[in-house]
Structure formats: structure tokens, C-alpha cells
């Protein structure tokens, strides 16, 4: 048998065979408690022992096993005294120290009235929850038994399983201690601890059983705390997880946030909120939101629907409606926000308010109109009789002509804007159109040093219009950037197919138009002309939308404006 247990080590002692010894083994590994217990007892065979083993039936029928295979012989194996350990141990669930004890000695005395040598190997299920001085009291009348009688004793615990404090009581009781890979005499065993406990030693006993008791009791209450923090969190993972589905299929978008940090967001928000990463820096739209949320948040308790646009980096900009809750997120604080886009409606409003400012104009603008063309008809007749009259006023006249065309140009421009459209639409081409315009202002345009340029794609593009007031758009148009060119430079207008639609741009390198204006430009009667009516832009406005067109302006101060002009394209010729 190999040398290597540290069973094997421990037999080598030459006071074991003549004085017997009380041995404690501690062991941890399975298969090397198995192997100390088969050496242990193929040497005992080899030497005549009789040997007692006390053990669970599994674990005798795997070593009885192992030791066949060593060559034992069948008779050998019979001759070893098997008890099973609980009924040897115990009586019902508790330690039964005095029975065992006695049955101990009664198993063993007719045998070493014999003159027969004895080994035992026994595993000792001692229930933490009993008394130690009943394992003490056990394991002391064990050992005066062993020295009396010159047995080898192994007493066989589970390291795992035995608290340290039953360990160092047992070494006291013990005359030597091995381990799976190790053996060494008892450095505490003393015959003077197999006297009768003293008061003291009572008396300690009854506080280290209190103390286990009291930890025990902990043990349990955070055993059951671990367990309810457990399903505590098992219950939350299980409602983030729902939270996180529901929210993905909700058809807004969501974001969670933990101040700048952004712990979760849904499909759509990635998608309509440009997030592509969890943290957001000051060049975000965020920074902005999360900057006005906080400040509206502190100054009320609770939490209110916002209206909030976001710029986005692209420079689209969406409107949106947001409901802010606090939550818990990962057993944290969070705030979650849901937004809804109310960029349509918001447009749609702008588009209503934009209808009832014209009906409005368009109703004082024909009274206006009205009530001027009357005088004005009477001032123009009696003007002219008075300039027939020739008395040198030519000075006077010229002015008083100028400020009555003037009269006559806006009250003309009231009407248009006023009364309803006759329209007599055709296929034109727009290209065409814009040239005719370019010619008609060129000679304007070349007295404030200004160039007209024409850039197209293509030179046959067709639109549906009124060939008229398609021209009115483009002279207005031209005519504002000619007016706001006051160092000359060139204007272009450009023309060019995107799919089913005309785009046609009018670009200046006039002064601009500041931000803060740029919403009210085309509102009726707002202007930024010293001499303007507010009227001429509005009527492009009116023209172009009723060809199911849109006007789109983009300007920048001491750079210039653009107007752009999108229209639906038109076959050649349409059908009469």
C-alpha cells in the first residue's frame, strides 16, 4: 500500500502498537478519506487486528471494494465488524455519548479478553445543535478506554461541516491529529481534561453553546433575509425585463436616465433621437433638455407635461410633448421620459394661424382697397386737369404723380391679395418663365452693380401655373434681393429636378436677415423695407401654396438669403 496517506505516516509511530492511540482525523477530501481508511485497514488485516468500522453502507461497500482489489482474500474481508454510525451514534436524531460509549466497550472487551489486538475506524455524526460536553464526555471515556486497553482509535470528522471551536475541543481529547495529507501529535492533548468538568469548564461550555445558539439564530434570520432579498430581486429582474419589453414596443420614444447618463433607451428613440451612445456631452441636444427639465423640476413637486423642441444635430428640429417620472432602475433612481412628437401638429397650427392672419388681410385689404380707389379715381382726375393748366409746377407734379402711383400700386396689391383667384392654369416651362423675369430686371439689377445668373439641369422643366402670377412670385423674389444688395454681387437662381418636384432657388448676397425675424417673414403686412408693405411676400406665400408648392427661406447675417421654391412637376401639355 502506498506510503503517501498520512495514515501510513501516523502507524510508523512505535508507541501506537504498544500504548494504543486516540487519533482525530479532520478530513475534507472524499477520495483520500477513502484512501486512509483502506490503508488503515489492510494494514490492521496484515498485522491480526480485528478491526470495528463504523460507517454509512455506501461508503463500507466502495472500501470493502478497494481492498478486494488489493488481493484480501473473502474470509478477511468477513472477519471486519461493519456497524452502521447512525445506529452506533445516535438514538432517534440525538447524540446518544453514554450509550455509545458502553456499546463501544461491550463490542470490544470479550475480544481483548482474548488477547486479541483491536483497531476502530469510525465516522461520528455528531448534531451541531447538541451539547458539546455530550461529544466531550463521549470522546473522554472513549480515550481512558483506548489507553487501558492499548486500541487504535480513529475518530473520523467532517472538516467542512465541524466548526473550529468543536476542532480544538477534540484536539484536547486526542493524542494525535492528522488531516488527508497530514499527521502530527496533539499539541493540546492533556489526561487532565478527562477529569470531571469543574464548574468552570461548565460554565464555559454553557457560554460557547449560548454564543452558537445566538449565531445560529443570526444564521438563520440572514438565511431568510438572503432569501427574501433574493426573490426581491429575482421579482425586480423580472419587472425591468417586462419594463424593458413593454417599453420596446411602445411606439414612442423612451430614454432612462441617471443625470447625463442615459441607462436605457428604446428602438424608436435611437432612431428618432439620434442616441447612438449612453453619454451625452454639451454639443448634444440633451444638454439643453436635461438643463430645462431639472430647473422646471426643482420648481415644482410634482411632474408636469413639458413642451420641449429639440434642435438636432442635423439641424432638424421636432417638437415634442414630455411626461417625466421617477423610478427605480436597477434598484436605483432614475428618471424615466417619455416624448411625443407634436412636430405635425405644431405645423399644422402654424399653417392654421397662417390661414386666419390672411383671410383677415384679405378681408381689410379689400376694404382698404376699396375705400382708397374711390378718392384716389377723384385726386388722379383733378390732378391731371391741374397739370393740363400749365402753371409751372412741373416740380410738384412729378412728386404728387410718384406718391399717387404709389397709392395706386397698393391698393392694386390689396386686391390681388383679397379677391379670388381666377385661375387659368397650364403646363409652362419654368426655365422659360424665370428667363423672362431675368430679362425683364436685368437693366435693374445692372444699375446697383448686381448680376443675374441662371443655373439649371435642365432647360425644359414643366410646372402647372398661371403663368402671371408665377411671374409675380419671381419678380417679387428677385426684386427684394436686388433691394438687398446695396454693394453689389451677383444673384443666382437656380433650377433644378428632384424626383416629382421642381426646387428653384433664388440666392442673394445681400446683409441677411437676423434670427430673431426670420419667423415673421411672410406674415402679412410685416416688412423689413423702409418703404415695404408687408404684402408682396405674403401674396408669393398665397400663390405658391395654392399650386401645392412650399417656400423655404434660410438666411444669415452679412452672408445673404435663399429662398427655395418647390413645386410639383407637370407633363408638357396638360390634357384640356
Known amino acids: 500500500m502506498a506510503d503517501f496517506y498520512s495514515i501510513s505516516q501516523l502507524l510508523k509511530h512505535p508507541t501506537l502498537e504498544k500504548k494504543g492511540g486516540h487519533i482525530l ?64 451514534y445516535l438514538e432517534g436524531t440525538s447524540f446518544n455519548h453514554n450509550g455509545a460509549a458502553t456499546k463501544l466497550m461491550k463490542l470490544i472487551k470479550p475480544l481483548l479478553d482474548k488477547g486479541q489486538h483491536i483497531r476502530t475506524w469510525g465516522q461520528v455524526p455528531f448534531p451541531l445543535e447538541e451539547p458539546l460536553k455530550h461529544l466531550i464526555t463521549y470522546e473522554c471515556s472513549c480515550d481512558e478506554f483506548i489507553k487501558e486497553n492499548r486500541v487504535i482509535s480513529v475518530c473520523c470528522y467532517n472538516g467542512i461541516s465541524t466548526p473550529a471551536y468543536v476542532q480544538n475541543e477534540l484536539l484536547k481529547t486526542h493524542t494525535h491529529f ?68 413593454i417599453i420596446n414596443e411602445l411606439p414612442i420614444p423612451i430614454i432612462i436616465r441617471n443625470r447625463t447618463h442615459i441607462l436605457f433607451y428604446n428602438e424608436i428613440a435611437a432612431e428618432k433621437l439620434y442616441i447612438h451612445n449612453h453619454h451625452f456631452t454639451k454639443e448634444t441636444p440633451f444638454k439643453n433638455f436635461f438643463d430645462e427639465y431639472q430647473c422646471k423640476f426643482t420648481k415644482s413637486s410634482r411632474s408636469e407635461i413639458q413642451e420641449h423642441q429639440f434642435i438636432h444635430i442635423n439641424g432638424k428640429k421636432n417638437f415634442y410633448l414630455v411626461k417625466s417620472i421617477t423610478i427605480l432602475f436597477k434598484s436605483k433612481p432614475a428618471i424615466l421620459h417619455a416624448f411625443v412628437d407634436i412636430t405635425k401638429e405644431k405645423e399644422n397650427e402654424s399653417l392654421l394661424i397662417r390661414a386666419e392672419k390672411m383671410n383677415i388681410a384679405g378681408e381689410l385689404a379689400a376694404s382698404i382697397a376699396h375705400e382708397l380707389r374711390n378718392p384716389l379715381t377723384s385726386v388722379k382726375g383733378f390732378f391731371r386737369m391741374l397739370r393740363d393748366s400749365g ?124 434670427k430673431e425675424l426670420l419667423d415673421k417673414i411672410g406674415e402679412p403686412f410685416y416688412t423689413t423695407k423702409e418703404k415695404g408693405t408687408g404684402i408682396g411676400l405674403m401674396v408669393c406665400y398665397q400663390i405658391i401654396e395654392n399650386y401645392g408648392g412650399v417656400i423655404e427661406m434660410d438666411s444669415t447675417e452679412g452672408i445673404g438669403t435663399t429662398f427655395t421654391i418647390t413645386l410639383p412637376t407637370a407633363a408638357k401639355s396638360l390634357p384640356v
Do not use: W
Open 178 to 245: 492528522m488531516t488527508d495529507g497530514e499527521q502530527q501529535v496533539s499539541p493540546f492533548y492533556n489526561k487532565k481534561n478527562h477529569q470531571s468538568l469543574s464548574l468552570a469548564e461548565a460554565e464555559r461550555f454553557h457560554k460557547i453553546e449560548e454564543q452558537i445558539k445566538l449565531l445560529q439564530k443570526k444564521n438563520t434570520h440572514l438565511a431568510l433575509e438572503n432569501n427574501s432579498i433574493k426573490v426581491k430581486n429575482e421579482v425586480m429582474k423580472e419587472n425591468e425585463l417586462k419594463l424593458r419589453t
Open 391 to 514: 402753371e409751372g409746377k412741373e416740380l410738384y407734379y412729378s412728386i404728387i404723380e410718384d406718391e399717387l402711383s404709389r397709392i395706386e400700386q397698393i391698393s392694386s396689391e390689396l386686391l390681388t391679395l383679397a379677391k379670388p383667384h381666377s385661375e387659368n392654369r397650364k403646363s409652362h416651362n419654368i426655365v422659360q418663365i424665370i428667363e423672362e423675369v431675368k430679362l425683364l430686371l436685368t437693366s435693374e439689377a445692372n444699375m446697383k452693380n448686381i448680376e443675374l445668373l441662371l443655373e439649371c439641369t435642365n432647360r425644359e422643366l414643366y410646372v402647372c401655373c398661371e403663368d402671371t402670377k408665377i411671374k409675380q412670385v419671381f419678380i417679387n423674389l428677385i426684386k427684394n434681393a436686388i433691394d438687398a444688395m446695396e454693394n453689389g454681387g451677383n444673384i443666382i437662381l437656380y433650377v433644378m429636378e428632384i424626383k416629382e418636384s421642381i426646387q428653384i432657388q433664388v440666392i442673394d448676397q445681400g446683409c441677411g436677415i437676423p
Open 25 to 88: 482525523y479532520m478530513f475534507t477530501e472524499e477520495d483520500k478519506y477513502i484512501g486512509n481508511a483502506v490503508h488503515y485497514i489492510y494494514e490492521g488485516i496484515q498485522k491480526e487486528a480485528v478491526i470495528f468500522f463504523m460507517e454509512n453502507e455506501e461508503t463500507f461497500r466502495i472500501i470493502r471494494n478497494k481492498l478486494a482489489e488489493t488481493g484480501i482474500p473473502d474470509h478477511q474481508l468477513n472477519s471486519i465488524i461493519y456497524v452502521n454510525s447512525y445506529e452506533f
